[in-house]
């Protein structure tokens, strides 16, 4: 009935299993929705078919209008439609969200305050979610002129997968619009992840780095700006620049580069987005003046600090001190220990049967959780020997994986 996608930085692998909330985006398969000249014939019956209607909506926005209602239909999208006022029915992003956020809770589950088109919940008390219900966008002609446009990067093949793995609608208005309530936003984040992949050792590290600045020195209040943000000025710069020039003693240049991109976005307040062009990513950030102001003062500074301008940086401060056997220690393990779990959450799903519950005697399991429990086990110890104050098994493992 669904596809599920884990998206934002652990979709693109760059952050720990709880180092940061898990963005997933949930895909309901039963409702396709066309651009103007797609035709819906080639959609068996129990399809909803949707039409985008962009029209006095923002650039890569769009209202959806029923074509056809199929056979088998998700209540939560069946109760979300509206009158367009003449006669027409609408798809609300607005009631779409409301009506997940109204499903019943998982044991262990606190849901949240819904913050835009996502539904963010904690479970357990420290796994923190923000799920996102979206449909899928049949987009031939949007996919197709991003797919034509001159470029060094990414290579013919991972341009094609981009466009096979098509485009998605998030229930999201265009802040301001009168639509806003029935206005979905378009996005491609299967295809995101396939170009973060396609990405050299210098531009991933480069993105990370633009991330802890965000993080450790800009410190942005309410998403003014964000890893979105700073992921597409280095697709931008990807595209635009030979990918030889992308190489481990430019790092430091191609960062200075990247801080000068965001600095004009914050003056300008424009920023194209890489997908579609025509939509500003800078339009709705709700910078105010004064942060304008200092963020474009600190940036500023930065950018004439040169090299010496990492230092701000706490984890890289951290790396540069620190003894470098224990560091390495320290990581091969925390490394393990993800690796190990998720290889657990895989079987997990294998050894669930039909009414949840799951078979703790199944070998694989079992070999795994004793694994984990001396990975746990000798943190522990090492941390002991050290002088440092060791709480739980659990408090261990939870610090690991953060």
């Not at 942005?220 to 190489?247: C, D, G």
């Not at 194209?272 to 102001?293: F, K, W």
């Given at each position: 009935?669904?596809?599920?996608i ?15 909330d ?5 895909v309901?398969?039963r ?9 819906s014939c080639a959609?068996?019956?129990?399809i909803?078919v949707?039409r ?5 909506s923002y ?29 027409r ?17 998982l044991?262990?589950?606190v ?14 008390g ?20 991003w ?33 806003q309530?029935?206005e ?14 396609n990405f050299?050792?210098?531009q ?43 190489h ?16 004009v976005?914050?003056?300008?307040l ?24 200092t963020?474009?003062s ?33 990581s ?26 799951i078979?703790?005697?199944?070998a694989?399991?079992q070999?795994?959780?004793r ?25 261990i ?6």
């Amino acid at each position: 009935m669904s596809t599920w996608i884990i998206t934002g930085s652990k979709g693109e692998g760059l952050s720990s299993f709880l180092e940061s909330d898990q963005d997933q985006m949930i895909v309901n398969n039963r409702v396709f929705c066309l651009e103007d000249d797609v035709k819906s014939c080639a959609f068996p019956g129990e399809i909803t078919v949707l039409r985008s209607l962009s029209r006095r909506s923002y650039h890569g926005h769009c209202r959806l209008l029923l074509e056809r209602l199929g056979t088998t239909i998700h209540r939560h999208v069946h109760g979300a439609f509206c009158d367009d006022g003449y006669g027409r029915e609408l798809l609300s992003s607005d009631l779409y969200v409301n009506n997940w956020s109204n499903e019943d809770l998982l044991e262990g589950e606190v849901r949240h305050e819904r913050a835009g088109p996502s539904i963010p919940s904690t479970l357990l008390g420290h796994m923190h979610g923000d799920y996102v219900h979206a449909l899928h966008y049949y987009c031939p002609n949007i996919l197709s002129k991003w797919a034509a446009r001159p470029r060094h990067w990414p290579p013919p093949e991972a341009v094609q997968r981009v466009v096979s793995l098509g485009a998605f609608l998030t229930p999201c208005g265009f802040k301001g619009s009168e639509y806003q309530h029935v206005e979905w936003r378009v996005c491609f984040n299967a295809g995101e992840i396939e170009l973060i992949s396609n990405f050299n050792d210098t531009q991933t590290k480069l993105y990370v780095l633009l991330k802890m600045i965000k993080n450790d020195v800009l410190h942005p209040r309410m998403k003014e700006v964000t890893s979105y943000t700073l992921k597409n000025i280095i697709l931008w710069m990807a595209e635009n620049n030979p990918q030889a020039s992308f190489h481990k003693k430019s790092i430091l240049q191609w960062l200075h580069e990247a801080l000068d991109a965001l600095r004009v976005a914050l003056i300008t307040l424009e920023l194209p987005y890489y997908m579609i062009p025509e939509r500003n990513l800078m339009a709705t950030s709700g910078l105010d003046v004064e942060q304008q102001r200092t963020w474009i003062s600190t940036i500023t500074d930065m950018l004439n600090e040169g090299p010496k301008m990492i230092l701000r940086l706490p984890k890289i401060r951290k790396s540069l001190i620190a003894h470098p056997e224990p560091l390495r220690w320290y990581s091969g393990r925390r490394i393990e220990l993800e690796l190990l779990w998720l290889m657990r959450l895989n079987r997990v799903a294998i050894c669930r049967d039909e009414n949840g519950e799951i078979d703790h005697t199944d070998a694989i399991l079992q070999a795994l959780k004793r694994r984990i429990n001396e990975v746990v086990t000798d943190v522990g110890m090492r941390m002991i020997m050290e002088g440092s104050r060791v709480a739980n098994a659990d408090a261990i493992f939870i610090r690991l994986l953060m």
